[in-house]
Structure formats: C-alpha cells, structure tokens
C-alpha cells in the first residue's frame, strides 16, 4: 500500500490561507490536516474545511461538460465530451468577435480559489490577450484598499503575532472567529497578558462575546465614530502634535473638521451614548500599543471608503504606526508583490478593453453597459447568483436568450443552472498553485494530491484549451502551472530569493520583509512620504481627500430604483420607510460565501437560514421565534427563520450570507441587497440594506 503525505495550500477567501496536508493512499485522500509546520495554521483547521474530503468526494461533483438541452434555468442538460465544448465555446465566441469586438465578452470570477495560477493569471492573460471587457473587482474589499493605499500608501499589516504585545485592540467591524480563526490563539494569549479587547460591531458577535467591551454603533456610521474620537482626543491633549507634524500631511485641515464631531453629536449620529465615546477615546488615548484592527465589514456601505480613511487617521493621532503591537491591522496584501507584467503580459496585448463593475452584472447584462453590449459571459471561481448583490437582476440578464453563458465549476451552483455550457472543475487537492495569504506574509505551494475527478480540469488548463481553439500561440498561454510559478516569481523583485524548488521542499516560504513591523522607519509610500490625511491623489480623481464629510446612508429599498426589477411577488406593496429594518449580511461561520455551503455536514451545523431581529421590531410585526418570516424589499424577498435576540441593535435585522438560493427556498439574502456603489473603487455595498418583514404563516 502506498502512502503518501501531500502539502498543499487552502484556497479559500480567508487571510489565514492555511497550510494542508493531505494522507493519500492508493490514489484516495484518507485525511487531511493542518500542516503543523506551518507558523499561523499550527496544525489545525477551521470548522469549515476540516471536513474538506467531503468536498472532494462529494456526490454532486461535476465531472464531466454539460450542455444545456432545455430552457435556460430549466435544469435539463446533456453530457458532453471536452473537445465539443471546447469547439462550441471557441465559435460561439469567434463569431461574437467578428461581429460585436471582443468585449461583447466578460470573464466573471472572483474567489472560489485565491491562487496565483488559477485565479490571479487565468483571471488575466486569455483575456487580456483576446481584448474581452475587464471585470472591475471591487466585490469584496475596493474601498478599504484605496482608502488605506491613500492614507498609508501600501496595504501592509503586522503579523498575526505581534498582537501579543498590544494592550489594547479595537477589532472594528470584523469578527476573526468565523473569517480569520488563526488570529484568535495570539488575541487570547494577549488577553491573558493583560490586553484590552474592544469590539465595535452592530452585532454581538462570537468575537464581541468574548472581548472585554462591546460598543454598537448603528451601521455605516463608524467613519464619525472615529471623527469624534479624534475629536475628544484633541479636545482632552491625548493626541501626539510633534509625530503629527513631522509624519502626516493635512493634520490641521482635518483637525477643523474635527469641530464638527463634539461627543453629542457623534452620538446622536452613531448611537453610541456620549459617555462610551468618552470613555473609548481616553482608552485609546492612554494605553499603548494600542491597535486597531478592521476587515471589510466596515467598507461594504456607501461611505466605505470614507469610513475607513477616518478610521486611518487614529492610529496617526496618537502615533502608533510603526510602533510593534499598535497602528493598524487589515490586509497583507501589498507586500510581496506579483509582478504585474508576468501575470499579465500587457505588451503582447491589444489595447485593455473597457471595464465593468461585477457589483453591476445584472444591469450590466440588461444593457447598462452597451456599444457592444454582453454577449458572452465566462463564470469561474464565483458564484455571482448566489453572493452578488441584486440577484433577481443577475438572473433576469442569465435568461436573456442571445448570450452564451459559461459556467466552469465544482457544482451545479445557483449560477451554473443558467448556464448554457458547463465544465467541470478541479478541486483544490486536484491542482497545482501558489497562494499568498493577505493576513499572513507567507507563500505556500499547493502540490495536487489526487488526480482529477472524472474529467475535471484545472482554471489554467481550460485557458489553454480555449486559446489553442482561438488559433492563439504565444507560450505563455500554454505553459505548466509551475511554469507559470517559475515566471512570476522570477520576475518579481518582492520575491527575491524565493525558487519553486524551495517552496515545494519547505511548504511555508515567509516573504522577505524590510522592516518586521510595518512603517517602522517612519516612511510611508506615500508621494509625500508621510501619512496623508490630507490626500491630492483622491482630490484627483474628485473624491474628498479628506475624511469626514459622509453621504446620505439611506438606501430606498430599491422601490424607486431606475430599471429595477422587483422579484417580490408575495409582498405587499411598499411600506413606510418607518417600517424599514437595515439587513446586515455579513460572513457565515460554516461556509466561504457560498463556496461549502452544499456540505450536508455543514449546512446541519448552520441550521435553518435565520435573521435576527430585536425582540422590540418583532413585537411590532407580531414576529415570534422560529416564526417564518418575508424578508423583502423593491428588489426582492427571501424567506427565513426569524431568531429573537438582543445580540442586534433595535432596526438592525442580521443574517448571514452564503447561502444557496435553491437550497434556501429559491433565494437567499442578496435577493435583497443593492447594486449600488460605494463612494471610492466602485465598491459594493451590500451592507446599506434596507428591507421590511412580515411574518408568514
Ligand atoms: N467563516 C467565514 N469566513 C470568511 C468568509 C465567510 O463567508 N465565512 N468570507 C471571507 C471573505 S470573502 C471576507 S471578505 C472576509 C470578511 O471578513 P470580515 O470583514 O471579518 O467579515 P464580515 O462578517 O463580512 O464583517 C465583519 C463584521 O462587520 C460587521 N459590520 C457590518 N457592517 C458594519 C458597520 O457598518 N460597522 C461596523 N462597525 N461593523 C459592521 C458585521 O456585523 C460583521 O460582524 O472573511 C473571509 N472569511
Ligand atoms: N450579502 C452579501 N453578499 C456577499 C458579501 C456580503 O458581505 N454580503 N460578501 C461578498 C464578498 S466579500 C465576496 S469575496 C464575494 C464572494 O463571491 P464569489 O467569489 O462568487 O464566491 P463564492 O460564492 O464562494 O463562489 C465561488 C465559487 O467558485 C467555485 N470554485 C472553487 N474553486 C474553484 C476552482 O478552482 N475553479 C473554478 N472554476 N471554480 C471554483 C466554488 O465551487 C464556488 O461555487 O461574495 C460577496 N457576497
Ligand atoms: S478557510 Fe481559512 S481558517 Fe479555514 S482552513 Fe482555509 S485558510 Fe484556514
Ligand atoms: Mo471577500
């Protein structure tokens, strides 16, 4: 019996990107594990994927192409052979060229897997190449990186670690407990040594239960929560004028504008009482380090950006950048770059084609974006009827009878049901990649453990099937994955050092850092070198560059949206504003956005799709607990279970995102949520929600 332990890499969207090892025996993955060799994993795994093996063998894969036979979204399909579909997918797409231009085409994808070879350079190279539309990727986390690239000028973070030597940590929209696990070993180790946890989330979180103190604000409004705690820190002498002088550029123009957030009327805007302003602001004036860590919770609303770039200026305040254990925590993403020109060969392309913004696919689809329009859309690694806002639009544009949909997926999710071809893809043990965590600075390799399932293939091996099919023959459409690799790590300068040979031989490869604590030299990457309060860049591209002036939050619940296209059926027609509820959809503890949430073993521990809603808003729609409740507005519906509980604020309703809408009843909460953008990036804004609820009988 052979037996064989295999490194690899977890895919999924989550800053951890822990390292797996995976027991083969005879062919067959007996066991998986975390690999204990790598520094953050420390040999264990999230709920989520300890049960992985249940993914890969699951009985729903697809394994083999499929060709629609019946209407779109009828569920009838046709086994097909790869070489068919390949040839079918390169016609169809010929003739569009010939006709429309290549961007009649879109690639959609987003974060089914994070890696270098199957989603950074398969979402770019075939694209590129042809000239098709390009996907504007401001789904996720767009706000807060332009906000934190223009206040600090890199999206760099300290270590998980470093935590141990805070002594105070305000976790800001975020809840590492579901969506970064790995960090919560460190958090209670600093706890034990005396560090004081502050959660700020409308939620009672499993991360706020566990913290020393819980503040509420209402949604959207944590950019004025941080102006009025700079503002009592100015008002009290906590700040630090001589590092705000020599580091930061636009402190006294900001510093006016902190006049108009006094403690009452932070207040009155948040919903945090005065005293807990007071109080936090001293806290936070007072012990150091001091850090401040945020995920993307905060940016998904129509102030994201804003919010964030006031949220920046705190740590400048009292000067914590630079200083082990203080300043801000949010994305490794920037360090070790890519090189831009081996992911994406621009120089042997065509002109870049136009851009679309993924939040918008459903408009986008019904004639938004014209001159050409969408003929052909690509799916994979994304499940955009599931997880993208507005899905009773994306499923209006899907049905539209002249585009040619292709789905390349694990599973018949929500999306691939209306597409017109789909191809089976590999799963994470089938495949070679690189990933990079963006809440790690490490770089693991992911060796395939099993060969593919069926007749699965790989994001990158399709990509070369499809560009042989185009008559395209340039070498780096056809190389290997580690190929691939070997290129990009080799032209990378951030890389240096780093040989494939050495990340298939050590699993975990920490990327080579100039300094151990980001900013600790005193110099931001920046055009001023310093941190930009005061921001000419964002001035530039007509965006206020300095925080603290928010827009209007109220999003109308779609009832007047242009265009809109309302799938509620059973409601009632629109109800006052009065009435609205702000529905929050943040991560789910049992699944990655929608990818794991088929997993039967999963989907029991999640139980029956919930929201919870304070007991005062139930008793005013006559909603008890367990009640079956329409969750909808001019968008759409969603029926779930209600849940009574204190742990939301009265006129916040929460339930988790992730779910499939066909297992759910036929749609899930992005039935509900706009496709409107944020103030900076084109950013989703899944978060500025407003829905009414009815008790269903
Ligand atoms: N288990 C699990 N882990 C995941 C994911 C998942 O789906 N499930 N998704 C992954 C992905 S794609 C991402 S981007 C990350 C996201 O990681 P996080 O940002 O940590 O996750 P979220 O739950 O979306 O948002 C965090 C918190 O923000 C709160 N929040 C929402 N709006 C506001 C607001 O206006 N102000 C404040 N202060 N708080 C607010 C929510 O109540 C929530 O508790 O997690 C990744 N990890
Ligand atoms: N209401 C609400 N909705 C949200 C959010 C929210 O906060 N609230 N958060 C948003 C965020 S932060 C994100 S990042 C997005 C995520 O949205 P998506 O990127 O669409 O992520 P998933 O829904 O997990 O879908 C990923 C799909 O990729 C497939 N897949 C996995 N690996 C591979 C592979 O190697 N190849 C191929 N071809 N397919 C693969 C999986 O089976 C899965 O169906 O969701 C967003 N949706
Ligand atoms: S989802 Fe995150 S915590 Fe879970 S195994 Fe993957 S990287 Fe680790
Ligand atoms: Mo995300």
Redesign the pocket.
């Known amino acids: 019996m052979e037996r064989l332990l295999v490194r690899g890499a977890c895919?999924h969207?989550c800053p951890d990107t822990c390292g797996l090892v995976t027991e083969v025996q005879d062919g067959e993955a007996v066991s998986i594990r975390g690999d204990p060799a790598n520094p953050v994993t420390g040999g264990w795994l999230c709920a989520k994927v300890r049960p992985y093996l249940h993914h890969v063998y699951h009985p729903d894969r697809l394994l083999y192409p499929l060709r629609r036979v019946g209407p779109k979204g009828s569920g009838q399909w046709q086994r097909i052979g790869w070489e068919e579909a390949i040839a079918e997918i390169a016609a169809r797409w010929k003739a569009i060229i010939a006709e429309s231009g290549p961007e009649a085409i879109l690639p959609y994808f987003?974060?089914?897997?994070l890696g270098l070879v199957?989603m950074t350079v398969s979402s770019a190279r075939l694209w590129n190449r042809l000239g098709t539309s390009r996907m504007e990727r401001t789904?996720?986390?767009a706000a807060a990186f332009m906000a934190i690239r223009a206040t600090l000028g890199q999206c760099w973070s300290p270590p998980y670690s470093d935590v141990v030597h805070s002594k105070l940590v305000l976790i800001w929209g975020h809840n590492p407990v579901s969506t970064a696990p790995h960090f919560m070993p460190f958090l209670r180790q600093a706890q034990h040594a005396g560090c004081h946890v502050v959660v700020i989330d409308p939620h009672r979180t499993p991360t706020a239960a566990g913290a020393d103190w819980h503040l509420a604000p209402r949604p959207g409004t944590d950019g004025a929560l941080a102006m009025g705690l700079a503002h009592v820190l100015v008002a009290e002498g906590m700040h630090e004028p001589t590092w705000l002088e020599e580091h930061t550029v636009g402190w006294p123009l900001l510093r006016e504008r902190l006049a108009d957030y006094p403690p009452q009327r932070t207040a009155k805007i948040t919903g945090v009482p005065e005293e807990d302003i007071l109080r936090l602001a001293r806290l936070y004036g007072t012990r150091r380090p001091a850090l401040i860590k945020i995920a993307?919770g905060i940016n998904?609303n129509r102030n994201g950006g804003q919010n964030v770039r006031a949220i920046c200026a705190l740590p400048a305040l009292i000067g914590q950048y630079g200083v082990r254990g203080g300043g801000l925590a949010y994305s490794t993403g920037d360090y070790g770059k890519w090189d831009s020109e081996a992911i994406n060969h621009w120089r042997e392309c065509p002109p870049p084609g136009r851009s679309v913004n993924m939040n918008r696919l459903g408009a986008a689809l019904l004639g938004e974006v014209h001159n050409p329009p969408l003929r052909a859309l690509y799916v994979?690694?994304?499940?955009?009827v599931?997880?993208?806002?507005n899905s009773a639009r994306i499923i209006q544009g899907l049905l539209r009878p002249d585009l040619f949909t292709v789905v390349?997926?694990?599973?018949l999710?929500d999306t691939a049901d209306y597409a017109d071809i789909v191809l089976p893809?590999?799963?994470?043990l089938e495949?070679t990649d690189l990933h990079k965590g963006y809440g790690t600075t490490l770089l693991t390799y992911n060796s395939p453990a099993l060969a593919p399932r069926g007749e699965c293939k790989?994001?990158w091996e399709v990509m070369g099937l499809l560009a042989t099919a185009l008559g395209l023959q340039e070498p780096w459409l056809h190389q290997s994955a580690d190929e691939v690799i070997e290129e990009v790590l080799h032209t990378s300068p951030a890389l240096r050092g780093i040989t494939l040979a050495r990340l298939k031989a050590e699993g975990a490869v920490p990327i080579p850092l100039d300094e151990a604590t980001p900013f600790a030299n005193g110099r931001f990457p920046t055009p001023s070198g310093k941190v930009e309060l005061y921001s000419q860049k964002l001035a530039d591209q007509g965006i206020d560059p300095l925080p603290g002036r928010f827009r209007d939050d109220e999003d109308d619940g779609g009832w007047s949206a242009s265009g809109g296209v309302s799938a509620a059926t059973t409601a009632p027609a629109r109800l006052p504003s009065e009435e609205a509820l702000h529905l929050l959809?943040?991560?789910a503890h049992h699944f990655?956005?929608?990818?794991l949430a088929n997993q039967a073993g999963l989907l029991k521990n999640a139980g029956t799709p919930f929201v919870e809603i304070h007991p005062d808003d139930a008793a005013r729609r006559g909603i008890r607990n367990g009640d079956n409740v329409l969750v909808y507005n001019g968008r759409g519906e969603c029926r779930l279970r209600a849940v009574l509980t204190e742990a939301t604020r009265p006129g916040v309703v929460i339930s988790p995102?992730?779910r499939w809408a066909k297992l759910a009843g036929g749609a899930n909460?992005?039935w509900t949520?706009s496709d409107a953008l944020a103030d900076m990036a084109g950013q989703?804004t899944?978060?500025s929600n407003r829905v009414w609820l009815r008790r269903l009988d």
Not at 110 to 113: P, Q
Not at 592 to 595: D, E, K, L, Q, T
Request: include cysteine; charged fraction near 10%.
């Open positions: 895919p969207d987003y974060s089914g897997t199957q789904i996720c986390c993307d998904r994979f690694a994304a499940n955009p599931a997880s993208t806002p390349h997926e694990l599973f999710t893809a590999t799963s994470q495949q790989s994001n959809t943040p991560a990655v956005s929608s990818s995102k992730g909460v992005n949520t989703s899944f978060h």
